[in-house]
T-cell receptor, first 117, second 114 residues
Framework: AQKITQTQPGMFVQEKEAVTLDCTYD???????LFWYKQPSSGEMIFLIY??????QNATEGRYSLNFQKARKSANLVISASQLGDSAMYFC??????????????FGTGTQLKVEL | DVKVTQSSRYLVKRTGEKVFLECVQD?????MFWYRQDPGLGLRLIYF???????EKGDIPEGYSVSREKKERFSLILESASTNQTSMYLC?????????????FGDGTRLSIL
């Protein structure tokens, strides 16, 4: 069974600093995908970034980048130049392909990030 | 933009009631999902569906059922609501054919069972 671990329940970062949110995973499937979502206090889940297991380069999307270390089974999210609006819960998730088609996600428990002045 | 709409943001029901949570997506996605979110536990998959009238159990299906009569609509049913089903419920959808496509989520329903 797939498993996602986020060991940091809460993190603080100063505005304009970079922050790394940790995510490790466990799977026996050679083909998988890793997603990061942001959930502000309003509750909606916002997709941030995706990394496929066969992707040669680390994914980047604006201020978000994914530090993908396949051998260590880690997929840490790096947020550069933190902003107050980055304060939110962040979830790491792993895609599992289904035999009948499609896929499902397994989520970690999340990291609550607070950006301070 | 993909739009996933959940019928209620907040809902209060009594124990023993039959509760319906509705979810509609407008992007013709094959896959639809129901999760519940509890503090410290992240999102846990209740049920999912990869086609009309098809349903699969997720990780925590006990006490729930689902219905998918039309492609765009996926309903979660609490047959006899109990207080331990007080939670945030999130619906999501995704296309079938591109595995790197993210799931798109609704805004969630905060359900309280009294």
């Amino acid at each position: 069974a797939q498993k996602i671990t986020q060991t940091q329940p809460g993190m603080f970062v100063q505005e304009k600093e970079a922050v790394t949110l940790d995510c490790t995973y466990d799977t026996s499937d050679p083909s998988y995908g890793l997603f990061w979502y942001k959930q502000p206090s309003s509750g909606e889940m916002i997709f941030l970034i995706y990394q496929g297991s066969y992707d040669q380069q680390n994914a980047t999307e604006g201020r978000y980048s994914l530090n993908f270390q396949k051998a260590r089974k880690s997929a840490n999210l790096v947020i550069s130049a933190s902003q107050l609006g980055d304060s939110a819960m962040y979830f790491c998730a792993m895609r599992e392909a289904l035999t009948g088609g499609g896929n499902k996600l397994t989520f970690g428990t999340g990291t609550q990030l607070k950006v301070e002045l | 933009d993909v739009k996933v709409t959940q019928s209620s943001r907040y809902l209060v029901k009594r124990t023993g009631e039959k509760v319906f949570l509705e979810c509609v997506q407008d992007m013709d996605h094959e896959n639809m999902f129901w999760y519940r979110q509890d503090p410290g536990l992240g999102l846990r998959l209740i049920y999912f569906s990869y086609d009309v009238k098809m349903k699969e159990k997720g990780d925590i299906p006990e006490g729930y059922s689902v219905s998918r009569e039309k492609k765009e609509r996926f309903s979660l049913i609490l047959e006899s609501a109990s207080t331990n089903q007080t939670s945030m419920y999130l619906c999501a959808s995704s296309p079938d054919w591109l595995s790197n496509q993210p799931q798109h989520f609704g805004d969630g329903t905060r359900l309280s069972i009294l």
